[in-house]
């Protein structure tokens, strides 16, 4: 019964929390099209985490509910942070390799370096005496690294094969990617 409430809660807050982050991402780049690209970490991070937890048998509880709001503040804030500077990035350089190439080199190796210190952080609840510690230790590593890796994979192909920042330049680069400027 008390899981049956954690559980729709949860799934109620997530839905909740996903709608908010498109509208919030939409506002700040003016785009629907860059809001629903920068919700991607989010959504792959939370199937990911509970898929993780049904394979793995962990339940549903207060403490593993809490990773999802943790795995959404990490995912959303990592894809405000690359496609913030890819848009700048963009705003100079013609070339969208280029730009993927300085985003990666600047905001992905920012990033990557929060995931790892944030993930050796939790990883010291690994010698914690309670289990719910050490289920939290997984999990927040497991979504730092997964919100990490969607960021700088699937977003970023994303907003690359959009050609979003790119529409009104003409570069040979979007139409080897197969869409046109």
């Known amino acids: 019964m008390f899981t049956d409430l954690i559980l729709k809660g949860q799934i109620s807050s997530l839905l909740l929390a996903y709608v908010l982050i498109v509208i919030l991402v939409t506002v700040m780049f003016r785009s629907l099209l860059v809001g629903l690209i920068g919700s991607v970490p989010v959504a792959v991070t939370a199937v990911i985490n509970f898929g993780v937890m049904g394979l793995a048998g962990i339940p549903l509880s207060t403490t593993t509910a809490l990773v999802s709001s943790i795995a959404i503040g990490i995912g959303v804030d990592y894809a405000i942070h690359f496609n913030e500077r890819y848009r700048d990035f963009a705003r100079s350089v013609k070339d969208r390799l280029a730009v993927g190439k300085l985003t990666m080199k600047h905001t992905g190796r920012a990033i990557l370096f929060n995931a790892v210190v ?36 699937i977003m970023y192909l994303l907003l690359f094969l959009s050609g979003r920042y790119f529409k009104s ?13």
């Open 169 to 181: 330049r003409n570069n040979t680069t979007s139409t080897i990617a197969g869409g046109a400027s």
């Open 118 to 153: 944030v993930i050796a952080g939790f990883l010291v609840l690994q010698f914690s005496v309670f289990p719910a510690n050490r289920a939290l230790r997984a999990l927040v590593s497991l979504n730092m690294f997964t919100s990490f890796i969607g960021t700088v994979t």
